[in-house]
Each structure stands twice: as structure tokens, then as C-alpha cells.
T-cell receptor
Framework: QQQVKQSPQSLIVQKGGISIINCAYENTAFDYFPWYQQFPGKGPALLIA???DVSEKKEGRFTISFNKSAKQFSLHIMDSQPGDSATYFCAATGDAGNNRKLIWGLGTSLAVNP | EPEVTQTPSHQVTQMGQEVILRCVPI?????FYWYRQILGQKVEFLVSFYNNEISEKSEIFDDQFSVERPDGSNFTLKIRSTKLEDSAMYFCASRPSSGNTQYFGPGTRLTVL
């Protein structure tokens, strides 16, 4: 119940295309869903995050769509650029206390071809 | 912009040796975490730390692991007797008292030979 399932494992998109990465969860106690971007040799960096009281959040070219009833959320990268080539992780947290540990998806390796 | 720093960037050690991985969290943050990422796999939670004590630890965080905040700035992860399977990237993260965002350091790559 603590798992976050992420797909696809890898994704190749042409420059200017839309990249879509999907995640699903089971634990209804989760209340915060961040997406992290990781470049090789670097730590994960927060890209965008959403809470379950909204269905969509957009920041620039990045949009999270959230479907609470289906327990799914997705990351859309519009007008994908070669600089977006990285590994993307979805995560979730929802500890009742202050711990707020992150439960991670397996990651998606995105390659944007020029 | 404040950031989490970690040292060393790469640590090579012999199996059975002790290692200490160091982190300097963002100065006004109160919650601290260690995660690890085995090559090609997902990030896994190890331990969280708040108010000078462990808040939660995963099943990975056995008696060989310990954490400490020896002063007002450093946050360390010690592995007493390293095993081959401890080879991974170890990330430190910190979080302010309000908000959910965890900020990650660049990681320490631990190689156990």
C-alpha cells in the first residue's frame, strides 16, 4: 500500500513534443505528490508538486494532472527540449505526523531528441 | 540560494570498514532525511530525524546504521561495517518546519569493495 507505481520506465520524445509520465498510488492517506528531476550525478531537484484538493497544476511547460478517484497523477512536459533529458521521479507522502518521508516511483528516463 | 551540501562526493571503502557520510542541511530547516539510490533503481527512504532524534527508520536502516547531528550544522550517516550491498548513492535532504518540500544534496557515491 506504500508503493508508487511509475510508467513508462523510459521515454523518447522529439523536440517540441509532449512528454507524459504516469504514476499511481494506493494509499489514500497520501496528501502531497511531488515530481523530482534528476540529472546524472546530481541529486533530485523538486520540479513541481500537487495536493489532492486540485486536479491540475501548471508551472511553465510542466503540468501535473491529478485524478483522486483513480488514484493517479501524471506529469506533462509541453514543448519538450533536449535540456529536459533527465530522470523523472514521482513521489508521495502523507504521514500523519511530521515525518513526511517520501515514497518514490521507479523513475522514468526521458530523452528528448533534437 | 541556500542548498544542501554533502561530503565527500565519492567514498571508496573496503568491506567491513566504517564510513561517515556528512551533510550540511539548509540552515533554518528542522527535518532531516537520508535516502539511498542503488544504481539504476529507485530512491529509498532510510531515516528521518527531527528534534535530535530519529522520527522513523526503514527496514534498511539496521543496527549497522546510525545518524547524528553533532553540532548545529552537520548531519551525519554512519555505517559501522560496510557490506558490498551498501554500495549506492546516498542523498541527504532537509525540510523546513512548514511545507512539504524536501531539498536534496548532490549525494555521496559510496563504493564498497
Amino acid at each position: 500500500q506504500q508503493q508508487v507505481k511509475q510508467s513508462p520506465q523510459s521515454l523518447i520524445v522529439q523536440k517540441g513534443g509532449i512528454s507524459i509520465i504516469n504514476c499511481a498510488y494506493e494509499n489514500t492517506a497520501f496528501d502531497y505528490f511531488p515530481w523530482y528531476q534528476q540529472f546524472p550525478g546530481k541529486g533530485p531537484a523538486l520540479l513541481i508538486a500537487i495536493r489532492p484538493d486540485v486536479s491540475e497544476k501548471k508551472e511553465g511547460r510542466f503540468t501535473i494532472s491529478f485524478n483522486k478517484s483513480a488514484k493517479q497523477f501524471s506529469l506533462h512536459i509541453m514543448d519538450s527540449q533536449p535540456g529536459d533529458s533527465a530522470t523523472y521521479f514521482c513521489a508521495a507522502t502523507g504521514d500523519a505526523g511530521n515525518n513526511r518521508k517520501l515514497i518514490w516511483g521507479l523513475g522514468t528516463s526521458l530523452a528528448v531528441n533534437p | 540560494e541556500p542548498e544542501v551540501t554533502q561530503t565527500p562526493s565519492h567514498q571508496v571503502t573496503q568491506m567491513g570498514q566504517e564510513v561517515i557520510l556528512r551533510c550540511v542541511p539548509i540552515s533554518n530547516h528542522l527535518y532531516f532525511y537520508w535516502y539511498r539510490q542503488i544504481l539504476g533503481q529507485k530512491v529509498e527512504f532510510l531515516v528521518s530525524f527531527y528534534n535530535n532524534e530519529i522520527s522513523e527508520k526503514s527496514e534498511i536502516f539496521d543496527d549497522q546504521f546510525s545518524v547524528e547531528r553533532p553540532d548545529g550544522s552537520n548531519f551525519t550517516l554512519k555505517i559501522r561495517s560496510t557490506k558490498l550491498e551498501d554500495s549506492a548513492m546516498y542523498f541527504c535532504a532537509s525540510r523546513p518546519s512548514s511545507g512539504n518540500t524536501q531539498y536534496f544534496g548532490p549525494g555521496t557515491r559510496l563504493t564498497v569493495l
